[in-house]
């Protein structure tokens, strides 16, 4: 039986996968080297200061320690130039319909999101009224694919894992919710999120309607 739903953020429920590409893409490009979408792939669910020393490593660039969080501060900066215009209508097409489903069928709610601006993106988008629990970057210490995002977000909500279930984009996040004893629904492309137990294009997909089948 579920009893709860975890979802990721960024590439669930709001487009922001895109700008955190656009973010990192700049930063690489200003320190001198290309940054592929390929790349970009293998950091969705990936923390910021992790993501940075990645692509640092593709563009073979070394910095001190207090380059990279110089480096990280500006990327952030550029990240939020985007966020801060964000609105209610950007929310991913059927997800408010989703959520407001979910809390009339009595299903708990948790966020688990590695990123440290998930409450930011939340308020300005208006979903936050719908979580019973937020775990973003700032609860976390251990990146996915790491369990901890999600197993803090089924212990805040008081439910066992074996009734959660996870909404990911990433592939680090799927391995995170099974690695947690949970099932993980693939919000994306099937070629990217096989690990996944159900694969969706999105919240107005026809294969919701499998979820029960989970
Ligand atoms: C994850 C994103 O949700 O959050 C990653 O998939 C991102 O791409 C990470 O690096 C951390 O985000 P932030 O907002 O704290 O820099
Ligand atoms: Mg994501």
């Known amino acids: 039986m579920i009893s709860a739903y975890l979802f ?3 590439g669930v429920l709001v487009d922001t996968a895109e700008y955190h590409f656009k973010a990192w893409r700049r930063l690489a490009n200003e320190l001198g080297f290309d940054f592929t979408e390929h790349q970009n792939e293998q950091l ?3 923390s910021r200061m992790e993501s940075l020393e990645r692509i640092l490593t593709w563009g073979n660039v070394t910095l001190t320690d207090a380059g990279k969080l110089d480096w990280a ?3 952030n900066g550029w990240y939020l130039e985007y966020v801060s215009r964000m609105k209610p209508a950007d929310v991913l097409p059927g997800v408010r ?6 809390r009339a069928k009595g299903i708990k709610i948790a966020l688990g999101s590695a990123s440290k601006n998930a409450r930011l993106i939340l308020k300005n988008t208006d979903l936050l009224r ?6 973003d970057g700032n609860k976390t210490t251990r990146s996915k694919p790491d369990p901890e ?3 803090l977000g089924a212990q805040e909500l008081g439910v066992p894992p074996a009734e959660c279930l996870v ?3 990433a592939v680090a996040g799927i391995e995170a919710a099974h690695r947690g004893g949970m099932k993980a629904v693939g919000v994306g492309a099937p070629e990217v999120l096989m690990e996944a137990d159900l694969i969706i294009s ?3 997909d026809e294969h919701l309607a499998k979820l029960h089948s989970l």
């Open 73 to 75: 501060t500006r990327k």
């Open 149 to 151: 995002v999600f197993l």
């Open 130 to 135: 719908y979580f019973d629990a937020v775990i």
């Open 44 to 46: 969705k669910g990936i």
């Open 97 to 102: 319909e989703f959520l407001d489903a979910c």
């Open 167 to 169: 909404f990911e984009d």
């Open 202 to 204: 999105g919240f107005k």
């Open 8 to 10: 990721d953020l960024d």
